[in-house]
């Protein structure tokens, strides 16, 4: 008899979440799992801040009648609708609901997951799951799956949890996983899981605990992350780390969990391979993607004009940034080294920057303003994977200047596409990129801009193509057809849980 497939739950909650690591991970994941014999995977929906209609009961009764389709389907719409919208009194529901989740979980009480049906509603799983990484080829992969749904928000669970830990208690909500061999949460998961179920917590980074002062909402955020990740450390969770970086780290905090750890890369997708294409669409992509969505805003009459008109003997000579507009990833430093790049050697060089403003971005983006005013820097928003694929190939290069990653997608991408990549001298760049990039120190300005004309000066030709067909070699290490291989692997070897 054959063997009985492995029965997943992933956490599909990052995926609701635009276009950076984690929820391009969530999606690649999803899907790659998908592929695998052997393996059963489902969809666990969940918001950070709203509170979701029940679904449909994950089991029939024995004395309870199915719903009639057309109740059914007036069910799961609501789901759908609260995914989407809050309500006018989704706060007090909210509230509501986390002090009676406390009370019930005190008496040992557990949160059932209900069903989400995907049937009837592929279009809407697809565009607010799925489309912005995934290719269309990919539909019906991930809309014939199964779902389930936590209707208590995310941040619920972490609020319940700390308001107990303030009156004594140590509780996070149980969820009832009894129908899986195996949850997989994206980032440490606040609530504990059915004895039979193993959590696996996929762990991009430790940056909330390591460098606390770059991130958002910094007292919540670093106490949500601290408390959910040693909760999973002590109820035996296993860390599939997204680098070996990111695992020293997390080891350097838990030294209890070097056995329960391992390292697998993140995939990266198959949107990203090198193709033959034509420059001169760089500018209508450009004036297509401009952001102008800023406070206060910028007048790009004249600087799409300019871009209608541009018609140069030689192509658009740029540099390229992928990132969210956060202190973190280190733009400042990188608009410093592009000025004195300008005056002193490339007077023709433009700047790029695909990433929406994040947290503590006002400041940063005040100094793109006045290049951006002229239209030699260009932020860009919503940029689809085929014309991000266009730019990364006709960059003179593209940079990854961060001051700390867990994995980051953008120089793998880059080397796909056929670009070539100048990367800050940080743990992870030289642990992923290995000797396809052209390294920096990330807090030396002038060392930015030597390592960028070492790229793009046409006297160093050869080390531009250098770094291009090292990065081709390097980045199949991070295909689905390396990874997928390194995932059942790892399933295939957990041991039996309470084992």
Not at 89 to 117: Q, Y
Not at 384 to 408: I, M, N, Q, W
């Amino acid at each position: 008899m054959a063997n009985a497939p492995i029965k997943i739950l992933l956490e599909l909650r990052p995926a609701l979440n635009g276009h950076a690591g984690i929820p391009q991970e969530t999606r690649l994941l999803f899907r790659g799992l998908s592929l695998l014999e052997g393996v059963q995977v489902e969809g666990l929906l969940q918001h950070s801040g709203r509170l979701l209609a029940p679904g449909l009961p994950a089991k029939s009764g024995k004395w309870q009648r199915p719903l009639p389709m057309d109740k059914q389907l007036n069910r799961l719409g609501r789901v759908v609708i609260t995914l989407e919208q809050d309500s006018w009194d989704s706060l007090p529901s909210v509230v509501a609901n986390t002090i009676g989740m406390a009370f019930w979980h005190l008496i040992g009480g557990r949160e059932k997951l209900t069903r989400f049906e995907a049937q009837h509603f592929e279009d809407f799983l697809w565009h607010r799951f799925f489309a912005r990484t995934l290719p269309p080829e990919d539909f019906a992969i991930v809309t014939r799956a199964s779902f389930r749904i936590m209707h208590i928000p995310w941040d619920a669970m972490h609020i319940c949890a700390l308001v107990a830990r303030a009156v004594g208690v140590s509780l996070f909500p149980r969820l009832d996983t009894s129908d899986f061999d195996v949850m997989i949460s994206e980032t440490p998961y606040p609530a504990t899981v059915s004895r039979n179920t193993k959590l696996v917590v996929r762990y991009h980074d430790a940056i909330p605990l390591l460098m606390p002062h770059t991130i958002s909402n910094r007292r919540y955020h670093q106490a949500w992350h601290y408390r959910a990740l040693l909760s999973n450390v002590n109820s035996g969770a296993w860390f599939v780390c997204v680098s070996e970086t990111t695992r020293k780290d997390l080891l350097s905090i838990f030294p209890q969990v070097e056995a329960r750890s391992l390292t697998i890369h993140n995939m990266v997708s198959h949107h990203y391979f090198d193709e033959s294409s034509d420059c001169r669409l760089v500018p209508e992509i450009i004036r297509t993607r401009l952001n102008g969505n800023l406070e206060p805003p910028i007048d790009l009459g004249p600087v799409r004009r300019l871009l209608d008109d541009y018609t140069p003997a030689e192509p658009m000579q740029y540099l390229l940034i992928v990132a969210t507009i956060e202190p973190r990833k280190n733009h400042l430093t990188l608009l410093g080294a592009w000025e004195r790049l300008r005056v002193e050697h490339f007077p023709k060089l433009k700047l790029l920057i695909v990433g929406t403003p994040g947290w503590h971005s006002k400041d940063v983006v005040q100094k793109f303003r006045p290049w951006m005013e002229r239209g030699d820097v260009f932020l860009l928003r919503d940029v689809p994977s085929g014309e991000l694929r266009l730019l990364y190939k006709h960059a003179r290069a593209t940079v990854c200047p961060s001051f700390g990653e867990g994995f980051d997608f953008a120089g793998i991408e880059a080397m796909k596409s056929g670009g070539a990549v100048v990367a800050s001298d940080i743990g992870v760049h030289r642990e992923v990129y290995g000797d396809a990039a052209e390294f920096f120190n990330p807090y030396s300005g002038e060392d930015l801009r030597q390592a960028i004309r070492n790229v793009i000066d046409p006297a160093h030709a050869s080390r531009r193509n250098e770094l291009v067909e090292k990065g081709a070699i390097v980045a199949q290490r991070y295909s689905h057809e390396t990874i997928l291989p390194q995932w059942t692997t790892f399933l295939n070897s957990l041991p039996p849980q309470n084992s």
